[in-house]
């Protein structure tokens, strides 16, 4: 079976949905073909290690969680065509380092208050997205970003900031996209804020199509 690893540690904000997500992300690889691991270890990344795994999930990792010999060895394993996932804060996560941006496709700036909305799903042809409807009732944070990362990405899903409070990002506001910028397969999602979703149908498929993809499993 092939492996995934879900690195969690945070230097800065912590999700309290962190350990039910873990739990979830678990069940989910399982379901996908992949045994996971769940580290909030920076040693973990080290050539030796990553090469036992086909995807890496940054979950709700914030600030600064790597060490420049781990930061070397995990854009080298992505070079060479590991995939990756990232899952909200993750857009918040190694703010100085370019490469991470560059896979991540964003920066995470600000979000309003956690709130219902309706995602607007612009592909369903990809497996994180293929089984939404195209208007697809769900609560979060709507995490905003710069750049915006429409033009060099594939955008998957976005949010009319007509339907909620505080938005500031404007008429073009996407949530969750993919690419193959940075050597191997790249997917973020900006949703994944409340315990709530890890339990929600959809949100579960839309991760679980993400892990596919990302590993190349579809």
């Given at each position: 079976?092939?492996?995934?690893?879900?690195?969690t540690?945070?230097?800065?904000?912590?999700?309290?949905?962190?350990?039910?997500?873990?739990?979830?992300?678990g069940?989910?690889?399982?379901?996908?073909?992949?045994?996971?691991?769940?580290?909030?270890?920076?040693?973990?990344?080290?050539?030796?290690?990553?090469?036992?795994?086909?995807?890496v999930?940054?979950?709700?990792?914030?600030?600064?969680?790597?060490?420049?010999?781990?930061?070397?060895?995990?854009?080298?394993w992505?070079?060479?065509?590991?995939?990756?996932?990232?899952?909200?804060?993750?857009?918040?996560?190694?703010p100085?380092?370019?490469?991470?941006?560059?896979?991540?496709?964003?920066?995470?700036?600000?979000?309003?208050?956690?709130?219902?909305?309706?995602?607007?799903?612009?592909d369903?042809?990809?497996?994180?997205?293929?089984?939404l409807?195209?208007?697809?009732?769900?609560?979060?944070?709507?995490y905003?970003?710069?750049?915006?990362?429409?033009?060099?990405?594939?955008?998957?899903?976005?949010?009319?900031?007509?339907?909620?409070?505080?938005?500031?990002?404007?008429?073009?506001?996407?949530?969750?996209?993919?690419?193959?910028?940075?050597?191997?397969?790249?997917?973020?999602?900006?949703?994944g804020?409340?315990?709530?979703?890890?339990?929600?149908?959809?949100?579960?498929?839309?991760?679980?199509?993400?892990l596919?993809?990302?590993?190349?499993?579809?």
């Amino acid at each position: 079976m092939q492996r995934a690893l879900v690195y969690t540690r945070t230097t800065q904000y912590r999700h309290d949905s962190i350990p039910t997500a873990v739990t979830a992300v678990g069940e989910l690889g399982r379901d996908v073909g992949l045994e996971v691991d769940a580290t909030e270890e920076p040693a973990a990344f080290a050539p030796e290690a990553l090469a036992d795994y086909r995807v890496v999930v940054f979950l709700s990792t914030s600030g600064d969680v790597l060490s420049d010999e781990g930061r070397a060895a995990f854009s080298g394993w992505v070079r060479d065509g590991g995939g990756f996932v990232g899952v909200h804060l993750a857009a918040g996560t190694e703010p100085s380092w370019d490469f991470f941006g560059d896979l991540i496709g964003a920066r995470f700036t600000r979000h309003p208050p956690f709130q219902p909305a309706v995602v607007t799903v612009e592909d369903q042809r990809h497996p994180a997205t293929s089984h939404l409807p195209a208007q697809w009732s769900f609560s979060d944070e709507w995490y905003e970003f710069a750049p915006n990362p429409r033009g060099s990405v594939r955008v998957l899903a976005s949010v009319d900031e007509r339907g909620y409070e505080g938005g500031t990002m404007g008429p073009d506001h996407p949530l969750a996209w993919c690419h193959e910028n940075c050597g191997g397969r790249s997917f973020y999602t900006s949703l994944g804020h409340a315990e709530a979703a890890y339990a929600d149908p959809h949100f579960r498929a839309h991760l679980a199509g993400a892990l596919r993809w990302a590993a190349r499993l579809d």
